[in-house]
């Protein structure tokens, strides 16, 4: 039986050949032709200066030219492959097809044409016609080939990283703030439990463990859903379809009398076998410990697979079930014998989130306040609860495709947390909804940013590490440059509960740590940071945002003007993925050189009108603010002098009688030039430093000084013969 079907078979192929052997000639012409017309339109438009018919005689002769030579190539490659053995054509066409079929590209092709070369090596050496120094030679060069391969792919990388300078460590604090350390175990015993469906296959803490039973919902109408083979293989898996999506957690709760706030824990995508929400109980352990109801939320029936990613379209869905989460909540809270009766404070709730989680939380405050789903206004939402704080750790920066909602945030605490090392996210995409986010001048509210030199994007979970990309890519990032990972997680430690303390309980001990990390030198690991903060009481003479002329400030009565600059333009901040809106804010770039002989100091200055200063009402309990970015990758220093001038006086001083700026923090992200998304060539992202200068030290200068006369800001490039720095948001609080 399968002799006559091999028999039909080759019959069926030798007659194809026949067919094929007739039609040689027209193929070949028919490919030439067609080539010659794609030239042409291509090239349709090409016009040298010389008459057209010109350009269309030189278009024809180059594309003969070009056709032939292709051609021709092809006409001896094909004799080469004919001459040579038929296993080596095989291998090389079975390897082409291989590396376009198979995912992680970068690494597959070229381990599949490194261990084809060495396997060629290898036939060389084994041949009998070969002599011995031959195959001695090319085994031992396929062996160096397939060692040092190894070697480079496990090892860990090389260190390039900016050693902590003893200038910048022991710098001079204005006003620095005593703090206790937020990372420590506060009074309360930590008890755990976990809530779910009560069904789940395949973890045991949401089947026969919980201790709280909830009922799926139906997300189906929040994501895009196809149902083909991948949506049934994840059915398999999980036993359930997005239209019976469980309300599963892990929760840490204080054992004690009272009401305590509620923070809601979202993780990101990750591998969906390799359950993500137990990641954060180093958070959930500690804060439950200093008064707070933590849940960890299970989404990871939404994350990628091994054969499949949602690819953001199912940002909508995580968002929408955090507020479901929360409606359990609420019901738990207002029901009598339920373990957290009366236990939870819901006018005070915090979401928190990490990598796509991250992104869910800011969706998600957004559908808070809406009545019905933007994306079919059928759908009645209506949940309107309490939420007064949102962290972001290493955002995305991204919510399903054409959405308006990702994220235009206001009136509501904001945390950020991104690393320099994020190898997923290497770009600090979180930086736009900070810069988003707006503040009604009567609402006390506050942002605060912390850049993490080192960090990476996996370490602030336990259950994913140091590996930010999937197999194979994982194995080209260079990991030696990271930051240790208990020392990463302590930094979430110190700031989230400073940041949850500070918005939820109103301990206004640590607002100082979120303005300024100087002040937790003491209790965060040795390194560089970088941080942003503002809250409603930071008024602006100049933000850069209102017009298209750079003479102009943003405050009325207020005027600039600039000389002896190289360069001097107001434009998008940028970030260093490229995309167009950058970091979605607007500042001012100014470079200089050295000044001439017998010439002024170049400056930048912002002129202030009586009416202007009157309106912004400073006292000397007060201070200058602005926001700052070295803008030169070779230039670590950045030093010049801000002078103030006011009806009384002019009092100068330098930016490092307040302010030690960080070196330029370079990153090298993978351990060779080869993933161009990582950006190595672009290896320094633009990352504002807020900086604060209390009038009370210009007072101490001259005691004629008086905030409320002032008329001038200078700033004056006396102190470094060149650089180039960007200022954003200028002002007084």
């Known amino acids: 039986m399968l002799h006559k079907i091999r028999m039909r078979l080759k019959l069926y192929a030798d007659d194809l050949i026949k067919i094929l052997d007739k039609s040689s000639i027209g ?5 030439m032709i067609a080539a010659l017309i794609c030239i042409f339109y291509l090239g349709g438009t090409m016009r040298t200066g010389l008459p057209h018919f010109l350009d269309l005689l030189i278009l024809l002769l180059a594309a003969l030219v070009f056709i032939a030579i292709v051609f021709t190539f092809s006409y001896y490659l094909y004799r080469g492959l004919i001459s040579i053995n038929k296993y080596i054509v095989v291998a090389i066409i079975g390897s082409c097809v291989l590396t376009f079929i198979l995912p992680g590209e970068k690494f597959t092709r070229f381990f599949i044409f490194l261990e084809l070369v060495s396997g060629v ?16 030679i090319t085994i031992l060069l396929a062996v160096v080939i397939n060692i040092s391969l190894l070697v480079l792919l496990l ?7 900016t050693p902590v300078s003893k200038e910048y460590q022991e710098q001079k604090i204005e006003d620095r703030a005593g703090i206790s350390n937020p990372s420590q175990k506060g009074i309360y015993k930590v008890k755990r439990l976990f809530y779910g469906s009560g069904t789940d296959k395949r973890r045991s803490e949401y089947s026969k463990d919980i201790a709280l039973k909830t009922d799926p919902v139906d997300g189906e109408p929040y994501m895009s859903v196809s149902k083909g083979l991948k949506y049934h293989l994840r059915k398999a898996y999980w036993g359930f379809d997005t239209k019976a999506l469980p309300l599963n957690a892990r929760v840490w709760y204080p054992e004690g009398e009272g009401t305590f706030p509620l923070v809601i824990f979202v993780h ?6 390799d359950y993500s929400e137990g990641g954060y109980e180093y958070l959930g352990e500690l804060l439950a410990s200093r008064g707070f109801i933590v849940a960890s939320i299970d989404e990871n029936f939404l994350n990628a697979s091994w054969l499949d990613d949602y690819w ?32 939870v404070d819901m006018n005070n709730i915090c979401l928190a989130g990490h990598s796509r989680g991250a992104d869910a939380v800011a969706i998600a405050s957004v559908l808070n306040k809406f009545n019905r789903y933007p994306f079919d206004g059928n759908i009645r939402l209506n949940f309107n609860f309490s939420i007064r704080s949102i962290i972001q750790i290493a955002p995305a920066g991204k919510g399903t495709g054409g959405a308006e909602i990702p994220p235009y945030i206001k009136d509501v605490n904001y945390l950020l947390l991104h690393g320099s090392h994020d190898q997923d996210i290497y770009y600090c995409a979180g930086i736009k909804t900070y810069n988003r986010l707006k503040f009604e001048p009567s609402q006390h509210y506050l942002k605060s940013f912390l850049y993490i030199y080192k960090a990476n994007h996996g370490q602030f979970n336990t259950q994913w590490g140091t590996r930010d990309r999937d197999f194979p890519d994982h194995f080209s990032m260079n990991l030696k440059s990271l930051l240790n990972g208990d020392d990463q997680r302590r930094i979430a430690q110190i ?17 100082p740590l979120l303005k300024d990390y100087r002040n937790g030198f003491s209790i965060l690991p040795s390194d560089y940071y970088i941080s942003q903060y503002e809250d409603n009481t930071f008024k602006y003479i100049a933000d850069f945002e209102e017009d298209q002329d750079i003479s102009t400030a943003t405050l009325a009565g207020c005027t600039i003007q600039a000389s002896g600059l190289k360069s001097w333009m107001e434009k998008v901040l940028p970030l260093r993925n490229g995309e167009a809106l950058g970091q979605e804010n607007t500042g001012v770039f100014l470079e200089w050189e050295p000044a001439k002989a017998k010439e002024p100091a170049p400056y930048y200055a912002i002129n202030i009108s009586d009416t202007a200063s009157h309106r912004l009402s400073p006292d000397t309990t007060g201070k200058l603010f602005f926001f700052i970015a070295n803008n030169n990758d070779e230039i670590n220093q950045v030093n010049f002098s801000v002078q103030i001038k006011t009806r009384s006086c002019i009092v100068t001083k330098s930016l490092n009688d307040f302010y030690v700026m960080t070196p330029v923090l370079k990153t090298e992200l993978a351990k060779w030039n080869y993933f161009s998304e990582l950006k190595k060539n672009t290896p320094v992202e633009r990352v504002f430093q ?15 000084f008086d905030p409320k006369q002032i008329q001038q800001i200078r700033f004056v490039f006396d102190k470094e013969p060149k650089g180039a720095i960007i200022l954003d948001r200028i002002g007084v609080n």
């Open 27 to 31: 193929a070949l012409a028919g490919s």
């Open 121 to 136: 090596l290898i036939g060389i050496g084994l041949n009998k016609k070969s002599t011995r120094i031959v195959s001695v």
């Open 155 to 161: 090892s860990k990388g090389a260190d390039r990283t």
């Open 268 to 273: 990101g995508n990750h591998l969906m076998t």
């Open 312 to 343: 953001f379209d199912e940002m909508n869905a995580r968002a929408w079930l955090i507020l479901k989460h929360l409606e359990y909540w609420q019901k738990w809270n207002n029901t009598a014998g339920n373990p957290f009766s009366g236990k």
């Open 495 to 511: 700031y989230i509960s400073a940041f949850v303390e500070a918005t939820l309980k109103g301990n206004k001990e640590y607002i």
């Open 690 to 704: 807020l900086v604060q200068l209390p009038f009370s030290v210009f007072k101490e200068a001259d005691a004629r």
